[in-house]
């Protein structure tokens, strides 16, 4: 006759054991959730950059489509821009800048410390009566809102 199945001693996990594993996954779960809010967090700051520069688009297109070009199309030269670059912020960005129609807006004030500096560039190309706009930014790409993601 053979011997059956569980063998002396082996009846299963202990309580130990489960409360280890639980424990383990816990703290993965921990610092998955800490790493996502990081990142959701610097993204709805660079939103409001978005929000912020893409107010601007309206008279950068408007002045490029009148004068032709996108030279001298700058903050403080184009009458329908504001005359200083601190003009234009909010609550996570300090500064909108327009430069010879490239807006940049910057973030400060109460951004996350990973987005903190970081600039966000609105980057227009004249086609044939419209302009089309490229988004880029020094910040890294998971940081990004969705419309400025390689």
């Not at 706009?133 to 020094?138: A, E, K, L, N, V």
Request: aromatic share 6%; proline share 5%.
């Amino acid at each position: 006759m053979g011997t059956t199945w569980p063998a002396h001693g082996a009846r299963g996990f202990t309580l130990i054991e489960l409360m280890i594993v639980v424990a383990i996954i816990g703290i993965l779960g921990a610092m998955a959730l800490a790493n996502y809010t990081t990142i959701f967090v610097a993204r709805s700051h660079m939103s409001e950059g978005v929000a912020l520069a893409a107010g601007m688009k309206p008279a950068v297109a408007e002045a490029a489509n009148g004068l032709g070009t996108l030279t001298g199309i700058s903050t403080g030269v184009y009458k329908a821009l504001p005359a200083v670059a601190t003009a234009v912020k909010g609550k996570y960005v300090s500064q909108v800048a327009v430069a010879d129609g490239v807006i940049t807006a910057t973030l400060g004030g109460d951004a996350s410390a990973v987005v903190t500096g970081k600039r966000l560039v609105l980057t227009p190309t004249l086609r044939e009566g419209s302009v089309a706009w490229i988004c880029s930014s020094d910040a890294d790409s998971k940081y990004l809102p969705a419309p400025c993601r390689p």
